[in-house]
C-alpha cells in the first residue's frame, strides 16, 4: 500500500482548511447582506452607519453554529453608543432573525416581526442597550473607547457654554464659532480595516485642531470639531484633507473608500437646534 508523502498530506490539509475557510467567509458575506438588506427595508433609517464591526462579530457566530447572544450584546451596546434608538435596535434583531428564520427567502426581503423574535434574545438586547443608554444620561462627558476622543454628549455640553456666553453677550453663537465635520463613508469596509479607518481620522483631527479646540466623535465615522471663527478654518480644512488623504492612502481597503468629506456648518440659533443637528450628523 502505497503511503504518500508527509508534505502532500500537509498540502492537502492545508487546502482543505484553505476551502473551507473561503466557504466560512462567503457564508458570512452572504448572510451580513440579507441582514442589512433586511434591516433596512423595515424602517432603519440611516443606512451609512448600519455595518458597525460588531455586526461582523454576530455574523461569525451565527455561520459558526455557536450562540450568539454576546456578540448580540456588544451589537446592542454599539447601537445605543451609535445614537440608535431601542426599538430601532429591536428592530434590526428581528431583521437578523426573520432572515435566518427564511434561509430561502430571495435577497433578503423577509417580514420582520419583533414579536416573532426569542425573548432570550430581545431581553439580552434591552439589557445590553439599556446600559448604555443610562450610562450616557448619568455621564456628561464619555471617551470614545476606540479613539479616545470624547463623545458627542461633551459637544453638546460644551456647545451649551457657547450658547449661554453669546445670549450674555447679546451675540449669535454663529458670530464666534463654527462647527467642522469630518464623516467617512464606511459601509462597504468591514473588520479591522474600519476600526483602523477611524482611529487614523481621530489622530489627524486631534493633531491639525491642537491649540485648544473642542473635538468629539459624533458616531461610527464621523468626528466633529468646534472651531473659533479666527480666519485660519480655511487653511486647516486644507491641512486636514491632505493629511487625511496621506494617511488612509496606506491602507489599499481605506484608500477604495475615497476621499473623507469634509464640512463647515454654521452654527444654527438656538442651542437645542445645535444639539438636533448633532444628532443628524452622528446618524447621517
Known amino acids: 500500500m502505497d503511503v504518500p508523502a508527509t508534505g502532500a498530506l500537509s498540502d492537502a490539509g492545508g487546502k482543505h482548511q484553505d476551502s473551507a475557510r473561503v466557504d466560512r467567509d462567503r457564508s458570512l458575506r452572504a448572510l451580513r447582506a440579507r441582514w442589512r438588506t433586511a434591516s433596512l427595508a423595515s424602517g432603519w433609517r440611516f443606512p451609512s452607519d448600519w455595518a458597525l464591526p460588531e455586526v461582523d462579530a454576530v455574523c461569525a457566530a451565527v455561520v459558526k453554529g455557536g450562540e450568539a447572544e454576546v456578540p448580540l450584546a456588544g451589537l446592542a451596546r454599539a447601537r445605543a453608543a451609535a445614537g440608535a434608538g ?19 427567502a430571495v435577497d433578503g426581503f423577509v417580514a420582520p416581526d419583533v414579536d416573532a423574535t426569542p425573548s432570550r434574545l430581545l431581553r439580552v438586547t434591552a439589557i445590553a442597550w439599556a446600559d448604555v443608554a443610562v450610562d450616557q444620561l448619568s455621564n456628561v462627558e464619555v471617551l470614545d473607547s476606540l479613539t479616545g476622543l470624547p463623545s458627542a454628549a461633551y459637544l453638546r455640553t460644551r456647545l451649551g457654554e457657547i450658547y449661554r456666553q453669546a445670549a450674555a453677550e447679546q451675540r449669535q453663537a454663529a458670530e464666534d464659532h463654527t462647527l467642522l465635520v469630518v464623516s467617512m463613508d464606511l459601509s462597504r469596509v468591514t473588520g479591522w480595516p474600519r476600526l483602523t479607518g477611524m482611529i487614523l481620522v481621530a489622530d489627524v483631527v486631534r ?63 438656538t442651542h437645542e437646534a445645535a444639539c438636533e443637528l448633532l444628532g443628524q450628523l452622528s446618524r447621517g
Not at 470639531?225 to 489599499?252: C, K, N, Q
Not at 473608500?257 to 469634509?262: A, D, L, M, Q, S
Open 86 to 104: 431601542l426599538a430601532e435596535t429591536l428592530a434590526d434583531l428581528a431583521a437578523l432573525h426573520a432572515v435566518l428564520a427564511e434561509p430561502d
Open 207 to 269: 493633531a491639525v485642531f491642537d491649540h485648544g479646540e473642542s473635538v468629539a466623535v459624533l458616531g461610527p465615522s464621523a468626528v466633529a470639531v468646534l472651531v473659533p471663527r479666527d480666519g485660519r478654518i480655511a487653511a486647516h480644512a486644507v491641512m486636514l484633507r491632505r493629511e487625511l488623504t496621506e494617511r488612509l492612502s496606506v491602507d489599499a481597503q481605506l484608500h477604495e473608500v475615497g476621499k473623507p468629506r469634509i464640512q463647515v456648518i454654521r452654527l444654527p440659533g
